[in-house]
Protein backbone atom coordinates (compact mmCIF):
# COMPACT_ATOMS: atom_id res chain seq x y z
CA UNK A 1 0.00 0.00 0.00
CA UNK A 2 2.28 2.46 1.06
CA UNK A 3 4.65 1.56 -2.08
CA UNK A 4 2.53 3.13 -4.29
CA UNK A 5 2.29 6.87 -2.51
CA UNK A 6 4.83 8.80 -4.48
CA UNK A 7 4.66 11.76 -2.02
CA UNK A 8 2.94 12.22 1.94
CA UNK A 9 1.82 15.74 1.32
CA UNK A 10 0.15 15.96 4.83
CA UNK A 11 1.03 14.18 7.77
CA UNK A 12 -0.60 12.18 10.47
CA UNK A 13 0.29 15.06 12.85
CA UNK A 14 -0.15 17.59 10.48
CA UNK A 15 -4.03 16.44 9.74
CA UNK A 16 -4.63 15.75 13.54
CA UNK A 17 -3.34 19.12 14.47
CA UNK A 18 -5.96 20.91 11.94
CA UNK A 19 -9.59 18.70 12.39
CA UNK A 20 -8.88 19.94 16.37
CA UNK A 21 -8.35 23.51 15.14
CA UNK A 22 -11.47 23.12 13.18
CA UNK A 23 -13.63 21.21 15.04
CA UNK A 24 -12.62 23.97 18.04
CA UNK A 25 -13.92 26.66 15.61
CA UNK A 26 -17.02 25.25 14.49
CA UNK A 27 -18.16 24.73 18.17
CA UNK A 28 -17.46 28.31 18.87
CA UNK A 29 -19.64 29.56 15.78
CA UNK A 30 -22.31 26.46 16.61
CA UNK A 31 -22.61 26.37 20.12
CA UNK A 32 -26.41 27.30 20.81
CA UNK A 33 -26.97 25.82 17.73
CA UNK A 34 -27.36 21.92 17.91
CA UNK A 35 -25.90 21.96 14.06
CA UNK A 36 -26.70 18.86 12.18
CA UNK A 37 -23.12 17.47 10.48
CA UNK A 38 -23.85 15.61 7.25
CA UNK A 39 -21.44 13.22 5.89
CA UNK A 40 -20.73 12.53 2.95
CA UNK A 41 -19.91 9.11 2.11
CA UNK A 42 -17.52 7.15 1.89
CA UNK A 43 -14.56 9.86 1.67
CA UNK A 44 -15.46 12.14 4.50
CA UNK A 45 -16.21 9.42 6.70
CA UNK A 46 -12.73 9.44 8.88
CA UNK A 47 -12.65 12.85 8.82
CA UNK A 48 -16.00 13.29 10.55
CA UNK A 49 -15.41 10.53 13.28
CA UNK A 50 -12.43 12.78 14.46
CA UNK A 51 -14.03 16.30 13.62
CA UNK A 52 -17.28 15.86 15.73
CA UNK A 53 -15.21 14.47 18.77
CA UNK A 54 -13.20 17.93 18.59
CA UNK A 55 -16.72 19.45 18.95
CA UNK A 56 -17.74 19.82 22.71
CA UNK A 57 -21.30 21.07 22.36
CA UNK A 58 -24.86 19.55 21.45
CA UNK A 59 -24.90 18.42 17.47
CA UNK A 60 -26.23 15.56 15.76
CA UNK A 61 -25.12 13.43 12.87
CA UNK A 62 -26.71 12.15 9.27
CA UNK A 63 -25.52 10.76 6.43
CA UNK A 64 -25.40 10.87 2.49
CA UNK A 65 -23.94 9.15 -0.10
CA UNK A 66 -23.55 10.89 -4.08
CA UNK A 67 -21.81 9.05 -6.68
CA UNK A 68 -18.59 9.62 -7.13
CA UNK A 69 -15.63 8.71 -9.55
CA UNK A 70 -15.83 5.04 -9.46
CA UNK A 71 -12.74 3.51 -10.56
CA UNK A 72 -11.24 6.50 -12.63
CA UNK A 73 -9.71 9.48 -11.09
CA UNK A 74 -11.34 11.91 -13.70
CA UNK A 75 -15.01 14.07 -12.51
CA UNK A 76 -17.76 13.08 -14.40
CA UNK A 77 -19.78 15.74 -13.50
CA UNK A 78 -23.00 13.62 -13.46
CA UNK A 79 -24.35 13.16 -9.76
CA UNK A 80 -26.81 10.99 -8.51
CA UNK A 81 -27.94 10.61 -4.59
CA UNK A 82 -27.48 6.92 -3.70
CA UNK A 83 -28.02 7.18 0.22
CA UNK A 84 -30.46 9.93 1.50
CA UNK A 85 -30.91 11.65 4.80
CA UNK A 86 -33.01 9.81 8.04
CA UNK A 87 -33.55 13.46 8.86
CA UNK A 88 -35.57 16.39 7.78
CA UNK A 89 -33.52 19.55 7.78
CA UNK A 90 -35.62 22.10 7.65
CA UNK A 91 -34.74 24.99 10.01
CA UNK A 92 -31.77 23.26 11.29
CA UNK A 93 -28.53 24.61 10.87
CA UNK A 94 -26.56 22.33 8.28
CA UNK A 95 -22.92 21.64 7.88
CA UNK A 96 -22.21 19.47 5.01
CA UNK A 97 -18.76 18.02 5.44
CA UNK A 98 -16.47 16.75 2.99
CA UNK A 99 -13.49 15.05 2.13
CA UNK A 100 -11.98 17.28 -0.54
CA UNK A 101 -13.47 19.79 -3.27
CA UNK A 102 -12.57 19.64 -6.66
CA UNK A 103 -14.17 20.74 -9.55
CA UNK A 104 -16.99 21.50 -7.07
CA UNK A 105 -19.67 19.74 -9.24
CA UNK A 106 -20.70 17.30 -6.49
CA UNK A 107 -20.96 20.12 -3.41
CA UNK A 108 -22.89 22.45 -6.13
CA UNK A 109 -25.32 19.87 -6.92
CA UNK A 110 -25.61 19.01 -2.97
CA UNK A 111 -25.82 22.32 -1.86
CA UNK A 112 -28.78 23.46 -4.08
CA UNK A 113 -30.36 20.58 -3.29
CA UNK A 114 -30.29 20.78 0.53
CA UNK A 115 -31.00 24.54 -0.10
CA UNK A 116 -34.37 23.31 -1.13
CA UNK A 117 -35.46 21.57 2.16
CA UNK A 118 -35.32 25.29 3.67
CA UNK A 119 -32.37 24.43 6.68
CA UNK A 120 -32.05 27.58 8.33
CA UNK A 121 -28.55 27.77 6.97
CA UNK A 122 -26.05 25.68 5.64
CA UNK A 123 -22.34 25.74 5.54
CA UNK A 124 -19.57 23.38 4.11
CA UNK A 125 -16.70 22.51 5.74
CA UNK A 126 -14.00 20.36 3.71
CA UNK A 127 -10.73 19.03 4.95
CA UNK A 128 -9.25 19.37 0.95
CA UNK A 129 -10.01 22.10 -1.15
CA UNK A 130 -8.19 22.01 -4.97
CA UNK A 131 -9.08 25.52 -6.20
CA UNK A 132 -7.19 25.05 -9.50
CA UNK A 133 -9.91 22.25 -10.92
CA UNK A 134 -12.97 24.56 -9.94
CA UNK A 135 -15.54 24.58 -13.11
CA UNK A 136 -18.32 25.76 -10.55
CA UNK A 137 -18.20 28.76 -8.18
CA UNK A 138 -18.12 27.01 -4.83
CA UNK A 139 -15.81 27.33 -2.05
CA UNK A 140 -16.13 25.99 1.32
CA UNK A 141 -16.93 27.95 4.31
CA UNK A 142 -14.49 25.57 6.42
CA UNK A 143 -11.33 24.43 5.05
CA UNK A 144 -8.49 22.48 6.19
CA UNK A 145 -5.67 22.44 3.69
CA UNK A 146 -5.48 23.93 -0.42
CA UNK A 147 -4.02 21.40 -2.02
CA UNK A 148 -2.18 21.42 -5.75
CA UNK A 149 -3.85 19.65 -8.58
CA UNK A 150 -2.80 16.13 -7.39
CA UNK A 151 -4.68 13.03 -7.20
CA UNK A 152 -4.69 12.15 -3.42
CA UNK A 153 -5.21 9.23 -1.31
CA UNK A 154 -5.85 8.20 2.19
CA UNK A 155 -7.76 9.16 5.56
CA UNK A 156 -10.80 8.74 4.20
CA UNK A 157 -10.22 9.51 0.08
CA UNK A 158 -9.66 6.00 -1.62
CA UNK A 159 -8.70 5.20 -5.46
CA UNK A 160 -10.69 2.48 -6.46
CA UNK A 161 -11.94 1.66 -2.89
CA UNK A 162 -8.25 1.27 -1.82
CA UNK A 163 -6.25 3.26 0.93
CA UNK A 164 -9.11 4.58 2.65
CA UNK A 165 -6.90 3.25 5.96
CA UNK A 166 -3.90 5.80 5.29
CA UNK A 167 -3.60 7.56 8.04
CA UNK A 168 -1.76 10.34 5.99
CA UNK A 169 -2.86 12.33 3.20
CA UNK A 170 -0.69 11.14 0.24
CA UNK A 171 -0.05 11.49 -3.69
CA UNK A 172 -0.74 8.29 -5.48
CA UNK A 173 1.76 7.49 -8.16
CA UNK A 174 0.55 7.60 -11.96
CA UNK A 175 1.48 4.61 -12.46
CA UNK A 176 -1.05 2.99 -9.91
CA UNK A 177 -3.69 4.29 -12.10
CA UNK A 178 -2.91 4.75 -15.42
P1 LIG B 1 -15.90 17.27 -7.42
O1 LIG B 1 -17.34 17.08 -7.77
O2 LIG B 1 -15.62 18.46 -6.55
O3 LIG B 1 -15.03 17.27 -8.67
O4 LIG B 1 -15.44 15.96 -6.71
C1 LIG B 1 -15.71 15.66 -5.42
C2 LIG B 1 -15.42 14.19 -5.14
O5 LIG B 1 -14.46 13.66 -6.06
C3 LIG B 1 -14.81 14.05 -3.80
O6 LIG B 1 -15.80 13.93 -2.79
C4 LIG B 1 -13.97 12.81 -3.95
O7 LIG B 1 -14.75 11.67 -3.73
C5 LIG B 1 -13.54 12.84 -5.41
N1 LIG B 1 -12.18 13.41 -5.57
C6 LIG B 1 -11.84 14.60 -6.08
N2 LIG B 1 -10.50 14.78 -6.07
C7 LIG B 1 -10.00 13.67 -5.50
C8 LIG B 1 -8.65 13.25 -5.18
O8 LIG B 1 -7.63 13.92 -5.39
N3 LIG B 1 -8.54 12.02 -4.60
C9 LIG B 1 -9.61 11.23 -4.33
N4 LIG B 1 -9.36 10.05 -3.76
N5 LIG B 1 -10.88 11.59 -4.62
C10 LIG B 1 -11.06 12.80 -5.20
Known amino acids: MHDQIEEVLISQQEIQEKVKQLGSQLKDDYRDKNPLIICVLKGALIFVSDLIRAMDCPLSLDFMAVSSYGSSTKSSGVVQILKDLETGIEGRHVIIAEDIVDTGLTLNYLRNNLLSRDPASLAICSLLDKPSRRQVKIKPDY ?23 LPYIGILKPEAYI
Do not use: A, E, S, T
Open 143 to 165: CGFVIPDKFVVGYGLDFDQQFRN
